[in-house]
């Protein structure tokens, strides 16, 4: 099979080597597409692969009729609606390691030209002016910067910072005082930081909480004559008030690499010499764009072989080391979900996932996700995957619960899926054998032993003498081959079960002739 990749925005060629390794994965890059182009070509690709540029609107996702991925080659998703992608059942995977280095770096340099007019002096020599006078500047040795968002990129400042001998104080929701310690930095809130810095640095994610953080009312908080750099995302800082803030002499620069618009040919701020700019090259080195373009590249080979991606966005993302222990029970969790789906026809209210045994020392969302989609998977078919399968299950007001001891009897490890409906609860429970693989090891009460693939009837009925033969009979007259059966009783003449394995799938019409026998109460077919 072969999938379509769409790069939409220039990557590395070295980066993308992973990419035209892979056989089986068609590369088209096309990085000159209107919006309204790729809106119309989005629907042959099974992959779309962005910078920063490309806006991957619902819009154009409602046109990704076949897109299964998105894959952003850098940090900010802040141009993917990232709840159409999660709604269509779109992975969306990012690059958050491979430009930091470039990022922290292009925000010292911004730093050294804000406090030194580098730019504006070199302006002025190319204009053929010897003028030494008008770009006086100032240290950084004993100042202090603030840094607004001490992630990845901000921690690096951080540390170069302290290398050019300046104070350093840092907000992040997430910064304790051990972690400040450790890197020689003070911390407080965002306040402190305002009212104490002669730089400020921001280096949040554009978010709801984190547009125009810094704003008017923040800007009056600050140092007369303080400076400031944006080298994270446009938005951060209301452009307005800044502009205000400089004309006033609140602020004596601004060093700023990204803008509330992007891309744009002018723009007010760039009237005042105070400012000097670069347009988003934050993450543009050779270095950086090979890093991303290698890690997501990477990810999509991984995800089209059908292995885990090691970067998601719209995914709880968990380590190598868990993956390896339960990806063996990626395939037992989606089953023993199908399996449920079939067992029963009412409106699911609940779900309950009970693991056992050392897979309860592990990080299981994505077991859970799993059977949550093979659950799901009865009604909606290819609609549900891994990536919305629990956004899915909210919307349809079904309650999910995790439940985990280490505790268990019998097998290493057992997970058990129960449902809720108005009608009562129904479970099934599976295993990992050693060495002999997925087994369904329960059903409600019953005990059984079965091997979760194939063609599987499930039937109940009353434990009568001559029920078996009827089924066996019926399915040779059909010339439908039993490869394996089980049975399973309440109490003898009571409820029983049998559950058989057959070499072709069951018809409609045969299970309608199954469900005519004497003594016989339901007949499920369940394809796994
Ligand atoms: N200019 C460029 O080319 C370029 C390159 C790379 C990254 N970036 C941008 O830089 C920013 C930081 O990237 P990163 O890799 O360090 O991300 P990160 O996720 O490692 O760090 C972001 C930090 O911001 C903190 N944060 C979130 N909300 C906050 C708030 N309200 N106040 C204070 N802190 C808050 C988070 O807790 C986190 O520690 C992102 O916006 C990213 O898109 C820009
Ligand atoms: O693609 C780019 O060059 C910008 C990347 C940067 O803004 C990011 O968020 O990673």
């Known amino acids: 099979m072969t999938f379509n990749i769409l790069i939409s925005d220039p990557l590395s060629e070295e980066g993308i080597y992973p ?38 609107t619902r819009e154009l996702i409602e046109k990704a009729t076949n897109l299964k991925m998105i894959g952003r080659a850098g940090v900010g ?28 770096e292009h925000t010292m340099a911004m730093l050294m030209s804000l406090a030194r007019k580098i730019p504006q002096a070199f302006n ?34 951080a540390h170069r910072a302290k290398g050019q001998r300046m104070n350093v104080i840092a907000y992040d929701p997430f910064l ?74 609140k602020v004596a620069g601004a060093a700023l690499d990204v803008f509330e618009e992007e891309p744009f040919v002018d723009h007010k701020l ?24 290698v890690d997501v590249s990477v990810d999509v080979v991984n995800f089209f072989n059908g292995g885990a991606v090691q970067n998601p966005v719209n995914l709880p993302s968990v380590s190598k080391e868990v993956l390896a222990k339960i990806a063996p029970f990626f395939d037992l969790a989606e089953k023993l979900g199908v399996f449920l789906s079939r067992l029963q026809n009412d409106v699911i209210e609940e779900i309950t ?25 009865r009604n909606l078919g290819t609609h549900v995957n891994d990536v919305n399968a629990k956004l899915l299950a909210d919307r349809f007001g079904i309650k999910i ?35 002999l693989g997925p087994r369904i090891v329960k059903i409600d009460n019953y005990v059984v032993d079965i091997v979760p693939e194939g063609h599987l009837l499930f039937i109940k009925h009353l434990d009568q003498p001559g029920a078996i033969g009827r089924v ?17 009783r309440s109490a003898a003449g009571g409820d029983a079960i049998m559950l058989l394995k057959v070499d072709n799938h069951v018809e409609h019409t045969e299970v309608t002739r199954l469900k005519e026998l004497s003594d016989i109460y339901d007949v499920e077919v369940i394809d796994l």
């Open 353 to 377: 996932i009970h693991y056992a045994g050392d897979l309860a020392n592990f990080d299981v969302r994505p077991l859970t996700r799993n059977t949550v989609k093979g659950l799901l998977k």
């Open 176 to 249: 304790t005082e051990e972690k400040a310690k450790k890197l020689g930095i003070d911390f407080g809130s965002v306040e402190d930081v305002l009212k104490v810095s002669d730089f400020i640095t921001v280096h949040t994610p554009l978010l709801k909480e984190t547009r125009h953080l810094i704003n008017k009312k923040a800007f009056e908080m600050m140092k007369d004559g303080v400076r400031i750099i944006n080298c994270a995302r446009g938005g951060i800082i209301d452009e307005d008030a800044l502009y205000d803030a400089i004309v006033s002499k």
């Open 401 to 435: 619960n995790e439940h985990k001891t280490t505790t268990t009897k019998g097998f290493l490890n057992m997970i058990t899926v129960e449902v809720a409906t108005a009608k009562g609860t129904k479970r099934v429970a599976g295993t990992l054998l050693n060495g």
């Open 77 to 104: 998703v802040d141009n993917i609606d990232l709840d159409a992608a999660t709604e269509h059942g779109i992975i969306v995977v990012n690059a958050p390691d491979g430009n930091t280095n470039s990022a922290a």
């Open 270 to 293: 760039l009237t005042l010499p105070e400012v000097i700019a670069t347009p988003h090259l934050g993450a543009s080195t050779i270095e950086a764009q090979e890093s991303v373009a």
């Open 19 to 56: 990419l035209r390794q892979s056989a089986e994965l068609n590369i088209v890059i096309d990085t000159t597409n209107t919006p309204e182009e790729l809106v119309s070509k989005i629907g042959d690709f099974d992959a779309l692969l962005v910078r920063s540029q490309t806006q991957v």
């Open 472 to 488: 066996g009979t019926l399915l040779a007259d059909e010339h439908i081959n039993i490869a394996t059966m089980q049975v399973g």
């Open 124 to 157: 002025s020599l190319k204009n053929q002016q010897w003028d030494r006078k008008s770009f006086i500047g100032v240290e950084l040795k004993n100042k202090t910067l603030g840094i607004v968002g001490l992630g990845r990129i901000g921690a690096e400042v």
